[in-house]
């Protein structure tokens, strides 16, 4: 018997946001388009109890991997988030969101975390703690857990993934999403660094496919261009990993690959996720237990700033 009925939902929108994704302008991201089908394929095929835009219930407690967005629905429930990849650097419209207290989703993920509307905050490692406090976050709302998706890298090496020592490159949705990015000047880049080696190309799911293969048919021919699959398979097998501005750079330094990026790789190794063979799911399920039966009160007095609770650490709740 299930110690708890959890429900799970693709991520979704309120108002004149809901409006666009469902108009189909926001197939960059998480809203619609490939990452929203793959997550409702993926609820699916697991046979998952699908709660749509979670409308059928009151639910106790919210698990959620973003704070870019609250939804109406989930306004004033525990609130347990999650950090899900790589936070985007502070550029211009980091600075600009900040100083005009502008909505944090135009700064994509470099706001991850600063709404302050979560009790907990599970963080991929202690470098990620300490920029988010940087960023303004509460350090008693942090919890350092490592995050599922990268905290067993050297599992990826299990794999049948066909080819190895080759050049990989992961691209990354930049102009779908308004950001600048000479794709011609990158593609020479990836050739120069190839050097005669075989390149293969894995496709962010948010770009636009067809637009991509015909650059890469032009200024890297002969390349291999791939849209599913999983990349810390390719990763794992490649001898070069080259990115643009992608959380699947943590596997390839992780792994102790030769890496090419528009990311700092020095900062990358400060903040890799900690790597606890496989357990930061199971640190999660302890927070999440602990703030499901935490009394509304106390949580509510905590995020007024009239109490604070000792720091969550990694095995709290275990």
């Not at 469902?22 to 619609?32: I, M, Q, S, V």
């Not at 999440?288 to 109490?307: C, D, F, I, N």
Request: some cysteine; hydrophobic content about 40%.
């Amino acid at each position: 018997m299930r110690e708890y009925n959890c429900f799970f939902t693709p991520y979704y929108a309120n108002g004149l946001i809901d409006l666009a994704a469902r108009a189909r302008w926001l197939d960059f991201t998480g809203l619609n388009g490939r990452h929203h089908e793959d997550t409702r394929d993926y609820i699916a095929r697991n046979n998952l109890p699908l709660d749509w835009r979670g409308e059928e219930h009151d639910y106790e407690l919210v698990v959620t991997c973003s704070d870019l967005l609250i939804q109406d629905n989930i306004r004033g429930k525990r609130l347990v988030m999650v950090q899900e990849g790589i936070t985007e650097p502070e550029g211009l419209v980091y600075r600009l969101v900040r100083a005009l207290r502008l909505p944090r989703y135009l700064a994509n993920t470099a706001t991850n975390g600063l709404s302050d509307a979560y009790d907990i905050f599970c963080v991929a490692s202690r470098g990620y703690h300490d920029l988010f406090v940087r960023k303004g976050v509460r350090p008693e709302k942090i919890a350092v857990t490592g995050v599922p998706n990268f905290d067993n890298l050297q599992e990826a090496y299990n794999n049948n993934f066909p080819y190895k020592g080759f050049v990989l490159v992961a691209t990354t949705p930049l102009r779908e999403s308004f950001r600048y990015d000479d794709r011609p000047a990158f593609l020479r880049k990836c050739m120069r660094i190839a050097a005669g080696r075989d390149l293969i190309f894995e496709l962010h799911p948010n770009e636009n496919a067809s637009r991509a293969r015909r650059e890469i048919e032009k200024y890297a021919p002969g390349s291999l261009v791939l849209t599913h699959g999983n990349v810390n398979h390719m990763i794992a097998n490649a001898a070069v990993v080259i990115t643009q501005q992608s959380s699947c750079t943590f596997v390839a330094v992780g792994l102790g690959k030769e890496v090419y990026s528009n990311l700092d790789i020095g900062e990358l190794r400060r903040l890799m996720p900690l790597q606890n063979n496989g357990m930061s799911a199971q640190y999660i399920a302890g927070i999440s237990r602990r703030v499901l039966h935490t009394p509304m009160w106390e949580l509510k007095q905590v995020r007024a700033g009239y109490r604070r609770r000792p720091r969550w650490e990694r095995a709290d709740g275990i």
